[in-house]
């Protein structure tokens, strides 16, 4: 047994001032992913400040037609809420896609953004592993790696995110609110994780004791029309070879607006930029659909265990614009 001192902090501030204030202190909210950690050994908090009963539960629209998340919202509720399927069903869909029924009756709307990688050798403390162990070198680089990153690697990680839902809040232009010591702030969705770069350790650019209370959806016609699809070893429990979000807004057979966001292919939601700006303004085409897709991963790097992600990134975005570009009903529910 590995003892640790628990605290409920009784407000967000107050929670994040008692996290801030230890080292190695960190917030309990489902704890999935973080209690998993603590039973390898990769994560040994001594500190477990518990947030999960304070007022951050609540979904609710906002007078500008906003949709406020608490960070407290377990995913099964989010998934089903009717705001949610209504007007935003790629994150609907995302979430249904991951874990099982019980973690998402579990898990959290913050603690998902919050997961940390499942790269086999990050949770294997009898590794190297820079993200885990700063300076300790980077063992998936010559090992499995059919996981791993095509975008936005280092040589100090290849290491992917491996969030459902934070992919679809990302193509929907989520916003995340912050509660830090000092005060509150704001921080677009496609903003808050990082890439490797020299320093893997850090998965967000959150600062030691920041906590997030919310995530805000704007409003948004085109993100009616979405949809997440991923593509994974087997049908469920599995986390994502690739995915692709998109929300698409068509003028008759032109593509007016559209945000794309990839999963299984970076530290990070990687935010298709270059492929929205192939596609906006052009026709809504398979042969459109494909050359965006490829000038998109035109800049992958595959791994000698992952090459096979390249072709089917390609597909998996091509395949999902000429699903909802496709005339009929809107993609309201999960197929």
Not at 46 to 59: A, C, F, G, N, S
Not at 129 to 154: D, F, I, M, V
Not at 159 to 188: E, F, K, Y
Request: glycine letters at 8%; hydrophobic letters at 40%; charged letters at 20%.
């Amino acid at each position: 047994m590995i003892p640790f001192d628990y605290q409920r902090a009784q407000t967000p501030a107050a929670a994040a001032a008692a996290v801030a204030a230890h080292p190695r202190a960190a917030f309990l909210g489902g704890g999935t992913n973080l209690v998993d950690r603590m039973k390898l050994g990769v994560a040994t908090p001594e500190l477990l400040v518990d947030i999960t009963h304070l007022d951050l539960d609540r979904i609710e629209e906002l007078p500008d037609g906003t949709v406020r998340i608490g960070a407290n919202v377990r995913n099964s509720d989010l998934a089903a809420h009717p705001l949610i399927r209504h007007r935003y069903p790629a994150l609907s869909q995302a979430l249904l896609s991951g874990a099982s029924g019980q973690l998402r009756n579990t898990a959290t709307t913050g603690g998902n953004l919050l997961q940390r990688t499942r790269c086999v050798y990050f949770q294997d403390t009898t590794t190297p592993c820079n993200k885990r162990e700063p300076g300790s070198g980077c063992s998936a680089l010559e090992g499995y790696t059919r996981y791993h990153a095509l975008l936005g690697a280092s040589e100090h990680c290849v290491a992917t995110h491996p969030s459902d839902m934070a992919v679809a809040m990302s193509a929907l232009d989520a916003v995340v609110t912050v509660q830090s010591p000092h005060g509150r702030r704001r921080i677009p969705l496609a903003e808050l994780h990082r890439l490797p770069g020299d320093h893997p350790e850090h998965d967000t650019v959150l600062d030691h004791g920041d906590l997030i209370t919310a995530v805000e959806l704007p409003p948004s016609a085109m993100a009616a029309r979405s949809r997440y699809r991923k593509v994974r070893d087997r049908a469920s429990y599995a986390f994502a070879l690739v995915s692709a979000a998109v929300a698409l807004d068509l003028d008759g057979d032109h593509i007016s607006d559209l945000r794309i966001a990839l999963g299984g292919l970076a530290h990070k939601p990687w935010r298709a930029l270059r492929a929205e700006e192939e596609l906006r303004g052009g026709p809504a085409t398979q042969e459109h659909f494909r050359a965006a897709a490829q000038a998109e991963l035109a800049a992958a790097r595959p791994l000698k265990g992952n090459a096979f992600k390249t072709d089917l990134a390609r597909t998996t975005l091509a395949s999902t614009l000429s699903d909802l570009a496709a005339p009929g009903p809107r993609h309201e529910e999960q197929r």
